[in-house]
């Protein structure tokens, strides 16, 4: 069982920047890809960002792409997701997930996920 807990949601203006964090309770963390997904009001959860088990490998959404960051520090069972040029639209609940296949593949589709942190919310003001 993986525990992971994100933190570092909240308002932000459009045009604006934002870091999220996600701390996975495992000793085994560098086992794992990681991935963050969002989901808005009214809409289905949504594939951000992923990250391979060793860092050196990164997807990203078309619509996240050239404007967000995903990065991991395996030392501190963490992963990181930095937003920059914010936009309303990014407005959503953002989910850290852990994929326990991580050394086989990068998932991309929520079913390839096992674990899933509480969501943080973030808010970007037009």
């Known amino acids: 069982q993986v525990r992971l807990v994100e933190s570092g949601g909240g308002l932000v203006q459009a045009g604006g920047s934002l870091g999220l964090s996600c701390a996975a309770s495992?000793?085994?963390?560098?086992?794992?890809?990681m991935g963050w997904f969002r989901q808005a009001p009214g809409k289905e959860r949504e594939f951000v960002a992923a990250?391979?088990?060793?860092?050196?490998?990164?997807y990203y959404a078309d619509s996240v792409k050239d404007r967000f960051s995903i990065s991991r520090d395996n030392a501190q069972n963490t992963v990181y997701l930095q937003m920059g040029s914010l936009k309303p639209e990014d407005t959503a609940v953002y989910y850290c997930a852990a994929d326990s296949q991580g050394r086989r593949r990068i998932g991309i589709r929520l079913s390839e996920y096992d674990y899933w942190g509480q969501g943080t919310q973030v808010t970007v003001s037009s």
């Open positions: 495992t000793r085994t963390f560098d086992h794992y890809a």
């Open positions: 990250i391979s088990w060793s860092g050196g490998n990164t």
